[in-house]
């Protein structure tokens, strides 16, 4: 990421409006990423209250341009302060930027999403969305070999975590 003359290593992730629940992020200036981003394929950048001192300190960053693999993004909004919290992709979250995941598809060149996290609910059974959801990526894939696809669930690891607790 790169603003005026400087270049910074910041963890960036292409995603979906719905991330805002899923990760818990708060608006502490300016708006998140909304559905019309995505669909618009606009080049907006919310960020992480760390990644905003890093790149403007205590300058204002709403309106601001911030340059992404060489094109530039417009800053829309900025998060409220997490602290410590369960990390995606090797950082905290106060230490990301977000962009839409249409405009992150055309930067990387990548068809298909690396990962989906999803959010828990009581109105479907985890294994039974696990279960819908392999079989479709598999699908969507063109192989039916179950190996093909990892799956992480951290309430399985809970489940597992108290198991050995209990232990």
């Known amino acids: 990421v790169e603003r005026g003359s400087e270049s910074r290593a910041i963890n960036t992730l292409g995603v979906v409006p719905a991330v805002k629940?899923?990760?818990?992020?708060?608006?502490?200036?300016?708006?998140?990423?909304?559905?019309?981003?995505l669909s618009e394929r606009r080049k907006v950048a919310f960020l992480g209250a760390a990644s905003k001192e890093k790149l403007f300190g205590a300058a204002e960053a709403i309106g601001r341009s911030i340059r992404i693999?060489?094109?530039?993004?417009?800053?829309?909004?900025?998060?409220?302060k997490k602290g410590e919290q369960t990390s995606i992709e090797n950082s905290l979250d106060d230490d990301k930027i977000l962009i839409p995941y249409s405009p992150a598809q055309i930067l990387t060149g990548l068809r298909r999403p690396q990962y989906f996290q999803l959010h828990p609910t009581t109105a479907i059974p985890y294994k039974e969305v696990e279960q819908r959801l392999r079989k479709l990526i598999l699908k969507n894939h063109g192989t039916d070999k179950d190996d093909a696809l990892g799956v992480y669930s951290a309430l399985e690891a809970v489940e597992e975590m108290n198991k050995m607790g209990r232990g």
Do not use: L, M, P, T
């Open 21 to 37: 629940i899923v990760r818990n992020f708060e608006v502490a200036k300016g708006r998140f990423i909304d559905q019309r981003d």
């Open 69 to 80: 693999k060489g094109k530039n993004f417009q800053v829309v909004g900025i998060a409220v």
